[in-house]
């Protein structure tokens, strides 16, 4: 039986979509990510060298922070430079102030 605040399909969307941000976020590498970024945009090579793992381990990372709309990305030259969107500002604010609790 669904609890009453839960019965309008907007409800139950809404609560999909934040069991799939929370489950982004339960992985330890793609908090680190969003600490990395939450101080400044960083090319994918500086993570990768930050984190310690391989590329293709962090590609996978960044894109699922990408999809559920954390970070953008931007092409310069040979290089990719990530940024928190400020969704991701916001959601980086809110895990340094369960940190901070």
């Not at 489950?23 to 590498?29: C, I, S």
């Not at 908090?31 to 590609?59: P, T």
């Amino acid at each position: 039986m669904k609890p009453k605040c839960c019965k309008d399909s907007q409800t139950i969307e809404d609560t999909r979509q934040t069991i799939e941000l929370l489950k982004v976020l339960a992985e330890e590498n793609r908090l680190h990510i969003l600490c990395i970024l939450k101080k400044k945009e960083h090319c994918v090579c500086q993570i990768i060298e930050y984190l310690e793992l391989s590329q293709s381990l962090v590609s996978h990372h960044l894109k699922s922070l990408k999809d559920t709309g954390l970070i953008q990305d931007e092409k310069r030259g040979l290089w990719v430079y990530y940024s928190l969107t400020p969704r991701g500002k916001k959601i980086a604010n809110l895990i340094s102030k369960i940190h901070d609790l």
